[in-house]
């Protein structure tokens, strides 16, 4: 993945930042739920 051009869309549209951010929250609390289930 190309560094530059995801902050470049970043800055360009901060709700895409929005949507990444939560998404990366989702995956982290879905991983840690995973970890205590096992």
Same mark, same amino acid.
């Given at each position: 993945?190309? @560094?530059?051009?995801?902050?470049? /869309?970043?800055? /360009?549209?901060?709700? $895409? $930042?929005?949507?990444?951010?939560? &998404? ?5 609390? &879905? &991983?840690? @739920?995973? /970890? /205590? @289930? &096992?």
């Amino acid at each position: 993945m190309n @560094r530059h051009k995801v902050d470049q /869309e970043i800055n /360009e549209n901060p709700v $895409r $930042r929005t949507q990444l951010v939560v &998404s990366g929250m989702k995956s982290a609390t &879905s &991983s840690i @739920r995973y /970890e /205590e @289930r &096992s």
